[in-house]
Each structure stands twice: as structure tokens, then as C-alpha cells.
């Protein structure tokens, strides 16, 4: 079955720092993968997406993720945070194979310090 | 183009009534997907519709229920509601499924409390 495991459920850097955000997954055939942003009582933003090819991928806001088969894994990555970027964030696989339907990982929330 | 728009924003019912939701996709998007989210169990897929038609569901009572209209519009109804359907119901709009390839635009939400 598909699943998506986000096993950090808060953070807190320091603004400036560098942010890494861990996310697993599992699913049978190549996955989609997804990163999204919430911010309170907001709907979701895609950050980036992966496909297919060039496994690092770039998105909005200075965001990059990483895909690694081997480890099953898209890594969400920022050199250095702004205080801006304190949000929740999800990371996603869409799975194709029944219909358009997207699993979510239960979230990390990002805490930014001055 | 314009983004996924949810109306209402907010919504304040009592237990045991219905509620209607609307979502309308982004121009030309023909698939609408809703989810649910809240604080213990995150955010749960209810329902995929493409061309009118249900075509995938996700493991919700037969409360919830959906439709989607020929300009690709959609509707979600919850009735006899009860005090854990409170939650912030998100629609997703994707371009043509057969691409393959799509990514989900959400909509702010529609934040529904029950009393």
C-alpha cells in the first residue's frame, strides 16, 4: 500500500540556518512526489514536484528536494531559512493506478527563530 | 488564470444537520479531488471526480457524498453531521488525467465546525 512517513513532526532552526525536512515513502511502481506548504488556516502551496530524470529538483521560495530510489526518500532542502518559511509542510506521492488520488505524510512543522 | 476557489471560507453548523460545499477548479481542469484535514488524522482523501463521475473514494461513511457538474464544478454534501466531521475540507483541481503526469492545485479550504 502507499504511504508517505514524515518522521519529523516539528522543527525549529534558527533563521539563516540550513533546513533540511526528511520525507519517506512507499509505493509500488515510480512514484510522483510532491511537496506542499501550509500556512495557518491556509490551503496547500506546491513547493516543487518530481517526475521523472534529474533526481534534484528545484522549486518556489528557494526550495530544492532531492529523489532517491535507493532509499525510498525526497528530502526537502532550503540553504537558509527566512522567518517567512515558518509554515507546515507536507510531503505527498500521487498514485495514478486508481484513479487521481494523493497520499499524504502527516506533516512537519517548521518553527523560525530570530 | 484563477486558483481554486471553496465557498464558503467558514461554516458553523449543529450536529445532526447536512452542509453543502462548493469548489470550482482552475479553468480547464477536469479533475476535482476533496480531502479532509484535521489535527489527529491529517489530511484524508474523500473522493476523486472526473467527467461527472465518481471515480475514486476514499474510506469515509456514505455521509459524504460529492458530485460534479458538466463545467467541471464541484459539490461535496456531508449529512447528519456530527462534532468530528469539524475540519478544514480541501478540493484539489489536476488537468487531464490521462497526462499521467498531474499535480493537485488546492483551494484555501472550507472550515467547517459542527456544534
Known amino acids: 500500500a502507499q504511504s508517505v512517513t514524515q518522521p519529523d513532526i516539528h522543527i525549529t532552526v534558527s533563521e539563516g540556518a540550513s533546513l533540511e525536512l526528511r520525507c519517506n515513502y512507499s509505493?509500488?511502481?515510480?512514484?510522483?512526489l510532491f511537496w506542499y506548504v501550509q500556512s495557518p488556516g491556509q490551503g496547500l502551496q506546491l513547493l516543487l514536484k518530481?517526475?521523472?530524470?534529474?533526481?534534484l529538483v528545484q522549486g518556489i521560495k528557494g526550495f530544492e528536494a532531492e529523489f532517491k530510489r535507493s532509499q525510498s526518500s525526497f528530502n526537502l532542502r532550503k540553504p537558509s531559512v527566512h522567518w517567512s518559511d515558518a509554515a507546515e509542510y507536507f510531503c505527498a506521492v500521487g498514485a495514478w493506478d486508481t484513479g487521481n488520488q494523493f497520499y499524504f505524510g502527516t506533516g512537519t512543522s517548521l518553527t523560525v527563530i530570530p | 488564470k484563477a486558483g481554486v476557489t471553496q465557498t464558503p471560507r467558514y461554516l458553523i453548523k449543529t450536529r445532526g444537520q447536512q452542509v453543502t460545499l462548493s469548489c470550482s477548479p482552475i479553468?480547464?481542469?477536469?479533475?476535482v479531488s476533496w480531502y479532509q484535514q484535521t489535527p489527529g488524522q491529517g489530511l484524508q482523501f474523500l473522493f476523486e471526480y472526473f467527467s461527472e463521475t465518481q471515480r475514486n473514494k476514499g474510506n469515509f461513511p456514505g455521509r459524504f457524498s460529492g458530485r460534479q457538474f458538466s463545467n467541471s464544478r464541484s459539490e461535496m454534501n456531508v449529512s447528519t453531521l456530527e462534532l468530528g466531521d469539524s475540519a478544514l475540507y480541501l478540493c484539489a483541481s489536476s488537468p487531464d488525467p490521462m497526462s499521467g503526469q498531474e499535480t493537485q492545485y488546492f483551494g484555501p479550504g472550507t472550515r467547517l465546525l459542527v456544534l
Open positions: 509505493y509500488g511502481a515510480t512514484p510522483y
Open positions: 479553468s480547464g481542469h477536469r479533475s
Open positions: 518530481y517526475f521523472s530524470g534529474d533526481t
